[in-house]
T-cell receptor
């Protein structure tokens, strides 16, 4: 089974802090994704990557950046956290069209 | 742009069948997916169907696809209380990078 792990289940940060969310997958998948999930808005794609050092903007990239230095690891960076970035963050990986495999999520609260 | 619509809520009794419906707008979607999310957890892939199929069965799950009407449904036979969760429909884009567009999810509540 594919395993996608995220560095924290719960995180509390202050406004203006730099925040790193880490994601690791163990199945040698090419594609990795960061989504955020908010009540009433569903899942929205922030960034994705289809190869090491490659990244593509999703639907809501503003205020975020990403890093993919190794195939198995995809990091989401909030350069200066704001309260409107309080959300559930979901990482996923995939190999072509067999579907996205999600991690357990990180619930981030920015105060 | 692409859009995926689902009803927000469904309530059934244990042992009944549940049918969760989804409509999508992108006629070029090649794959359509169903995910399940339990409280506080990530999304779990349940099943997917290729757009040239009209039905797929996997144990208690049956997926029906009407490509002409762009309508997808998930039927759960003999629904159990453990099936209570949010169910998401998703379609693949044609970008080649396997990005998905998700519906907002249908909350299924199964009562004993």
């Amino acid at each position: 089974d594919v395993k996608v792990t995220q560095s924290s289940r719960y995180l509390v940060k202050r406004t203006g802090e730099k925040v790193f969310l880490e994601c690791v997958q163990d199945m040698d998948h090419e594609n990795m994704f960061w989504y955020r999930q908010d009540p009433g808005l569903g899942l929205r794609l922030i960034y994705f990557s289809y190869d090491v050092k490659m990244k593509e903007k999703g639907d809501i990239p503003e205020g975020y950046s990403v890093s993919r230095e190794k195939k198995e690891r995809f990091s989401l960076i909030l350069e200066s956290a704001s309260t409107n970035q309080t959300s559930m963050y979901l990482c996923a990986s995939s190999l072509r069209y067999d579907g996205l495999h999600f991690g357990p999520g990180t619930r981030l609260t920015v105060t | 742009g692409e859009d995926v619509e689902q009803s927000l809520f469904l309530s059934v009794r244990e042992g009944d069948s549940s049918v969760i419906n989804c409509t999508y707008t992108d006629s070029s979607s090649t794959y359509l997916y169903w995910y399940k999310q339990e409280p506080g957890a990530g999304l779990q892939l349940l099943t997917y169907i290729f757009s040239n199929m009209d039905m797929k069965q996997d144990q208690r799950l049956t997926v029906l696809l009407n490509k002409k009407d762009k309508h997808l449904s998930l039927r759960i036979a003999d629904t159990q209380t453990g099936d209570s969760a949010i169910y998401f429909c998703a379609e693949s884009s044609n970008s080649g990078y396997s990005t998905l567009t998700f519906g907002k999810g249908t909350m299924l509540l199964v009562s004993p």
